[in-house]
């Protein structure tokens, strides 16, 4: 039969976007509460700016990336995450010579070709913040802080932050050479990803999802016994702060990010229910990446969290993700003669902001009275010529089953007055205060 979605891909059915619908709101919540303000990107860019950034060696680039040449010979990709276009955007508009901090979020889709499996998929949505300009400790906490609200928020109770140090330019090179002396022993039993990552990217050899691998590294040397005075204290000021703010975390001194552009601070969050690695976002302090797409050196850091890994946990865990109580108001008309004055009173209803509907299918008053039910409507109006000859309406609400008469004017004074606590549960924009 037809066509079918690519794999890797999935489409978000009517039924499970109230799901995403909450994720964005409290996502917009926080960045409003934060003061965090929206970026739009592209979601293509030159691919040598993903290359620059996220990292020649990286499996995202030399694996997952949806690269191509466009019809004028470009060079482009679909962006495989979000930080390398806001860079981008920072210095192509001059944010770099604003006042800083620069704090902005982004939101939307992201493509790597991977291997699909639950919660991976090929185009996957992200959400991200950033914060650029200042290499203080209290703003890799404030992305952190935002990260563990967000998810405390969402209803994620046990969630644990793992946090490590990935040093900077100074002090890593040495931890690198040690790392490939080590691997070196053992290269004939590592997986051949890792043979690669040995020579050329050692920090990667301490996150291959490979069991074996992972076994053989247990025992490495570790990174903090190689940090320089200011990673150091950059480090230990980070989880100090995070103590002040009982933000709890777990030192994962094997912590290392799948990009290349992280320095000092990385982090994720890990969930226990979505498999082995269970990571619902992550991020960390990137004070070279600026520099290295061509701009001055304008330190950042930020964090991105995806949206599908987050619904499936939500799932697992059970959450009642807004179940789906009836609201709004179906107007039943029976009989030919009011259709005329039923579209009236319709469109007058949705004036009113109301979630209104109508019969479009000529259905009996039974055949309509099923569809309201079915439809989630929580009232239906009734205009037939009864009513019509008392000069009146019946307001049915369908949960309680109880039924009134009433005029046309007091029934939509009565829905406008319940609508509240009732209707109007969509998105609320982050620019208004809500709740
Ligand atoms: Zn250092
Ligand atoms: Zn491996």
Aim: net charge neutral; charged share 30%; glycine share 8%.
């Amino acid at each position: 039969m037809g066509y079918k979605a690519p794999r890797g891909t999935r489409d978000i059915l009517p039924q499970e976007a109230s799901r995403w619908h909450i994720l964005e709101e409290k996502f917009k919540e926080l960045c409003y509460i934060y003061d965090f303000a929206e970026i739009r990107t592209p979601i293509f860019e030159e691919t040598e700016l993903f290359v620059r950034s996220v990292g020649e060696e990286s499996d995202v680039v030399k694996k997952e990336m949806y690269a191509f040449k466009d019809r004028g010979g470009r060079e482009l990709a679909l962006r495989p995450e979000g930080t390398a276009g806001v860079v981008r955007a920072y210095l192509e508009h001059g944010m770099h010579n604003i006042t800083q901090p620069v704090k902005i979020f982004y939101y939307g889709p992201m493509f790597r070709y991977d291997r699909p499996q639950a919660g991976r998929q090929r185009q996957f949505y992200q959400m991200g913040i950033e914060v650029f300009g200042t290499k203080e400790p209290s703003a890799d906490v404030e992305v952190i802080k935002f990260t563990a609200e967000f998810f405390f928020k969402l209803g994620f109770k046990n969630l644990k932050l793992h946090i490590n140090s990935v040093g900077c330019p100074q002090c890593r090179p040495s931890y690198q050479e040690d790392l490939k002396e080590f691997a070196r022993e053992k290269l004939s039993s590592l997986c051949p990803d890792c043979q690669k990552r040995a020579l050329l990217n050692p920090l990667r050899l301490l996150d291959c999802k490979t069991e074996s691998c992972r076994n053989l590294m247990n025992d490495s040397p570790q990174i903090d016994g190689y940090f320089c005075n200011s990673c150091r204290e950059h480090f230990s000021e980070v989880l100090k702060l995070l103590k002040v703010l009982n933000v709890s975390y777990y030192v994962d001194p094997r912590l290392v990010r799948g990009l290349d552009y992280y320095t000092n601070t990385a982090f994720e969050f890990i969930s226990e229910n979505i498999g082995a690695q269970g990571s619902l976002g992550g991020g960390g302090r990137y004070d070279n990446l600026v520099e290295s797409c061509g701009g001055p050196p304008v330190p950042g850091v930020g964090m991105a969290v995806g949206v599908e890994r987050i619904v499936l946990a939500m799932e697992k865990e059970e959450f009642s993700l807004g179940k789906n109580e009836p609201e709004g108001v179906f107007l039943a008309i029976d009989g030919h003669d009011f259709r005329e004055e039923g579209l009236i009173m319709l469109y007058s209803m949705r004036e009113k902001g109301l979630r209104a509907e109508i019969d479009y299918l000529n259905r009996s008053l039974k055949g309509q009275m099923k569809f309201a039910h079915r439809s989630g409507f929580r009232y239906v109006i009734i205009l037939g010529r009864e009513e019509k000859l008392k000069n009146e309406v019946k307001l049915r609400d369908m949960l309680k089953g109880e039924q009134l008469e009433l005029s046309y004017e007091e029934a939509l004074i009565f829905l406008i007055a319940e609508r509240g606590h009732t209707f109007f549960r969509g998105m609320s924009p982050c620019s208004e205060k809500n709740n």
